[in-house]
């Protein structure tokens, strides 16, 4: 009951508090797992940030209902990843795209998303952030997005590759043909 | 038991900052056109109502919540949530120093970090429309940004302050929400300032409509009257959110949704 409560007050003390918190010790000073941020991915499947830590990951952020951009980000990432295999013969670090569209990208509109483009958990997620300052995480990647009166978004592309502990080790806005410098330090990244 | 007790006095201290904070006022709902086209066509915008402290933050309110949330301590805070010039100016982590008048507007504040302060208190940075939407108002218009001597007035104050510290918040008189300072004393923060320098669905990354705003905006307002605007947009965009300056500070608001009151 006690421990019931305790957990109680500590719910009440991170929603009180709210957005940004220095993470724990461990984590290092500029890693963007750093702000908590709690999500949940197209097959339903919960998470936090900082559980992404150990590998490094590719990150962007899209949401569903966006007809130009995502895709092609989607499909960028696609060639990117494509062309670090070719090249490294190794697996190319997953993906996790987080939504800026929490209130319509639902899990049955990530894992349609999903589904549309062939990509699948676990190496592709899909996720819907679901408590934490999820503004904050995309100005660390250096995303920025406004939603406009029609209920689309301004926002910017950025594709991230993050290290094991969440530092940002390169980043690209090039949604053409593949960025030749970051596929390069995705390269390197997976070949490590 | 002593959980419980913790558990009480949480909520009791959250609920008596939500409800009953006299530093906010009522913006009353409308709409208005803003002088910038960030949505493309010049058509008005719908704005919900809201409550908004009525002065930009202070150096003593500031200094409260770094006390309270010692992660925001300039010898604490990660680099990426707060650049070198962050509270450089004070005397010390937890001290402002003789220099500083504690009733000045806090500056040197990232954008990270003036949002933590409002989620503090269980408040948030405004949008650039809410923000615009309220500073239009003076003290018995809502909108009274087509009045010229007031534009004069408002720019002839900004020139007055360039290179010095900015003055106490609350000495100007009151729009007609209750609000101070709001054109004419620091820069402020709004929670979307990045976004309203990238295209709608961008292709391109990074700063697409900055030419549109400062370049054809500015023309298409070759008036003085949009030109104190244009100053405070070219201060956001220049600014990387945890980017710091001497001028610019912020205030907060809490969702209300309160209806237009005529």
């Known amino acids: ?192 | 038991m002593r959980a419980c007790v913790l558990t009480l006095v949480l909520t009791l201290a959250w609920c008596g900052q939500v409800f009953a904070d006299a530093n906010y006022r009522q913006v009353a709902g409308g709409s208005f056109v803003s002088a910038l086209s960030l949505d493309g066509a010049r058509v008005p915008v719908p704005v919900a109502g809201f409550a908004m402290r009525s002065t930009p933050v202070t150096v003593a309110q500031y200094l409260a919540f770094v006390r309270a949330h010692p992660e925001w301590r300039r010898d604490r805070v990660p680099g990426m949530y707060a650049g070198g010039g962050y509270l450089a100016s004070w005397a010390g982590p937890l001290l402002p120093g003789p220099a500083i008048d504690p009733q000045q507007p806090v500056t040197e504040v990232s954008w990270f970090a003036a949002r933590a302060f409002c989620a503090g208190e269980a408040a948030r940075l405004p949008t650039w429309y809410q923000w615009e939407y309220a500073a239009a108002a003076d003290a018995s218009r809502r909108d009274a940004r087509g009045d010229p001597a007031r534009q004069t007035r408002i720019l002839q104050k900004l020139l007055e302050r360039t290179g010095r510290a900015p003055a106490a918040v609350g000495e100007g008189s009151a729009n007609r929400y209750g609000l101070h300072d709001m054109n004419t004393l620091v820069w402020e923060w709004v929670d979307d300032y990045a976004a309203m320098f990238v295209n709608a669905d961008a292709r391109d990354p990074g700063q697409g409509n900055l030419l549109k705003l400062c370049g054809g905006s500015a023309l298409a307002f070759a008036n003085r009257a949009a030109y104190p605007l244009m100053m405070r947009v070219a201060a956001l965009a220049a600014m990387k959110p945890a980017d710091v300056s001497g001028n610019l500070g912020f205030r907060c608001v809490r969702d209300t949704n309160r209806g237009e009151t005529p």
């Open chain 1, 1 to 192: 009951m006690i421990r019931r409560l305790t957990l109680l007050a500590l719910l009440l003390i991170s929603a009180w508090t709210g957005t940004v918190q220095a993470g724990p010790a461990a984590l290092p000073a500029d890693s963007v797992y750093r702000t908590a941020l709690t999500l949940r991915d197209q097959t339903g499947l919960p998470f936090t940030l900082e559980s992404l830590r150990g590998h490094p990951l590719l990150v962007s952020m899209i949401y569903a209902s966006c007809k130009d951009a995502c895709p092609m980000t989607v499909e960028a990432i696609k060639r990117i990843r494509t062309a670090v295999e070719d090249r490294t013969g190794r697996a190319a670090p997953p993906v996790v795209l987080v939504s800026f569209d929490p209130v319509r990208d639902t899990v049955g509109a990530l894992a349609m998303m999903a589904s549309m483009h062939r990509v699948e958990a676990p190496t592709w997620r899909l996720a819907r952030p679901e408590q934490g300052d999820v503004r904050a995480f995309a100005a660390t990647l250096g995303v920025s997005y406004r939603m406009r009166p029609n209920g689309d978004f301004s926002h910017n592309i950025a594709i991230v590759l993050l290290d094991a502990d969440g530092r940002i080790a390169a980043r690209t806005g090039e949604v053409g043909a593949p960025d030749s410098g970051f596929v390069a330090q995705v390269s390197h990244a997976a070949a490590r």
